[in-house]
């Protein structure tokens, strides 16, 4: 049986443990009051306020409330005076927003002589960005064809592999639309990724039907038996790609805005660009191949 000194020690510790459990899980909170009490001097002196143990004093007692002027200090851009409002767009394109709010603001707003108006931040970053884009791809593009000519040597088989690209963009845009996601600069560096993987699947594909007529095959058996060949190599390719990119796609934490519109691209595409490939670039190399042969026994 327990001593009473024994019970009040136990008694103690569990007191001691239960605020250390309280301490644990203590959260601020801010109470703010209605609009029209805050200008009130009485109402915000008659606060209740606890002073420790001691109980509840009103607010006024401990604290002096006065209302004092402050200057802001006058911010300068290019050597003009600024002053900043700070916007959050959501669930709309930065540029579609940016349109509308400067028609209705050159619409509905006089602003007296020498005042005017610009949107900066992320819409500045995303001009810039479509300015460095305008140069980048383009000369990712050009160096593609290029790898692709040397691989083959001839300029007509070099633009049959690159029917790919605009077979990927159609996929990704369309991947775009239905998820509800505006253009954005990770949208066209996906795009970029997305077209080194789409001329990849071509690539394979052609090179095979050029072996196969090395060895003696005709146009036709050699791009039936190619693709019959090579189908699973072109979707493991397009499967790895795809799958790596789906946590991204489905990411909701923080910088998912980044990576969804990215990963939503190059997965919309490939499942566009490795369809088409197996069936119209086939269908395309055994027409013009053909032809050329036709030509070239006619001359």
């Not at 931040?121 to 050009?142: C, D, K, M, S």
């Not at 633009?159 to 369309?174: K, N, Q």
Request: proline residues 4%; negative net charge.
């Amino acid at each position: 049986m327990q001593s009473l000194d024994d019970m009040l020690h136990a008694a103690c510790w569990a007191r001691e443990l239960a605020a250390d459990e309280l301490d644990r899980v203590k959260r601020d909170i801010v109470v703010r009051l209605p609009e029209e009490d805050r200008s009130k001097d009485e109402m915000m002196k008659s606060l209740p306020l606890r002073v420790g143990d001691y109980g509840m004093i009103p607010l006024g007692d401990a604290v002096d409330i006065r209302v004092e002027k402050a200057v802001d200090p006058i911010r300068h851009s290019r050597t003009q005076r600024r002053a900043a409002l700070m916007v959050s767009v959501k669930d709309r394109d930065m540029e579609g927003f940016v349109n509308e709010a400067t028609a209705r603001i050159k619409k509905e707003v006089k602003f007296p002589e020498g005042y005017d108006f610009e949107f900066g931040g992320t819409f500045e970053n995303l001009q810039e960005a479509r300015a460095r884009l305008a140069i980048v791809v383009p000369t990712a593009l050009v160096l593609i064809l290029m790898l692709i000519f040397f691989a083959f040597g001839s300029v007509r088989q070099t633009l049959l592999v690159a029917t790919g690209i605009p077979l990927a963009l159609t996929g990704g845009i369309i991947a775009l639309g239905l998820r509800g996601m505006p253009f954005s600069i990770t949208a066209a560096v996906g795009f970029i990724a997305l077209s080194g993987v789409a001329v990849l699947n071509g690539l394979v594909l052609v090179n095979y039907f050029n072996e196969l007529r090395e060895e003696g095959m005709n146009v036709r058996d050699a791009v039936l038996n190619g693709v019959a060949t090579r189908l699973r190599p072109v979707m493991m390719t397009a499967l790895v790609a795809a799958l790596g990119f789906v946590p991204m796609a489905l990411a909701h934490g923080a910088g998912a805005e980044v990576q969804r519109p990215l990963a939503t691209v190059v997965i919309g595409g490939i499942i566009s660009s490795t369809i088409l490939t197996l069936v119209l670039l086939p269908v395309l190399y055994d027409w013009i191949e053909r032809g050329v042969k036709r030509d070239e026994e006619a001359a």
